[in-house]
């Protein structure tokens, strides 16, 4: 027992994190070959980016990211990430009316989904350093500054889900750092008036159609909330057990559009139903803890705040995703991590974790016996 208690203590990687993942990982490849008798396009490439994805967390365990405490590393990184963003408005591959992607041949990227870790990043530096003070109302505003340039570039291509997440991870970690509730009540109070005056006098009627068809896509049946329509009923359709493997009915006839990346859980739950929808929950729930573990267990604000910001970075996703799926939230296009097809953001949520390995590595010392003697119950 002591000897696996020894590996645990001395390996960076968490291992029950990393194996909860490999569950995700198989439903969501099991789900996208299931429908397809023939060579599947969406499986063999997916196969691709989670040999890629796992090597770059392996590789980014090895690293010590305390380098990037420096102030001008992050700002460097911060301008490179602004200009790559407004390159996309220059040489960016338009796909599903967003101008998004760029294309490397017969792949392609999006700087939004990395970009969501800088921001991640720049939040911990700003807020590890305040952490006295934090209580100040600029810091609202200076924090807020930093994430309204992404958010803005991110909103206009337009990619209004990033978008959307990226805004939750500053609300997240704003209210994890200690910042003032009276002032960010002050805040939301300031947004929710303008925009209520914008709705009075500034919006024509086409545009607040688009908004409440957005809100409530049930709506608008024949036109914005068709897939919507078709995903509640996916859902709703699997039952306790499922309609098993290959046997769901609307994605098997194309009438859940998108099932291999928006509506992939629609799809799961209709084979797998409340039981494999359940088993969903606690997998994403076990990851959520441990990630939280390596927050309460940092060496320092810095690596306290990053594991925070991308535990909320992972909990946006899958509530935004399965809220659209069940039919109570606005459809965005947000992915189910390490279920959705993709390489962008498959590679982004390994990169994340890979660097919490990292960080882990020089934790604090006196919590390390802790881990041990938790994975092997002494």
Known sequence: MRTIADFFQKSPVDWVLFLSTVPLLGAGLFTMDSFIDTSNYFFSRQLIWIAVSVGIFFLFSTVDWRFLKRTDVLMALFFFAIGFLLLLFIAGYVAKGAQSWFRLGSFS???????????????????????????HIRHILVSGFYVFVPFVLVFLQPDFGSAVIIFFIWLGMIMVSGVSKKHLALVAFIGALSFMLLWSFVFAPYQKDRILTFVNPLTDLEGAGYNARQSVIAVGSGGLFGKGVGFGTQSRLKFLPEYETDFI??????????????ILFFLFALIMWRIIRIAMHGASNFETLFAAGFAIFLMS??????????????VTGIPLPFMSYGGSHLVTEFAGLGILMGMRRYARAAHREDVANEIVGV
């Open 109 to 135: 990227f999006q700087p939004s989904d990395p970009v969501k870790l800088l921001v991640i990043f720049i939040l911990a530096k700003y807020f590890s350093r305040r952490h006295i003070e934090i209580a």
């Open 265 to 278: 859980f629609a799809a799961f739950a209709e084979e797998w139903g409340f039981v494999g929808a359940g």
């Open 317 to 330: 996703h899958v509530a935004i995703n399965i809220g659209m799926n069940v039919g109570i939230l606005p």
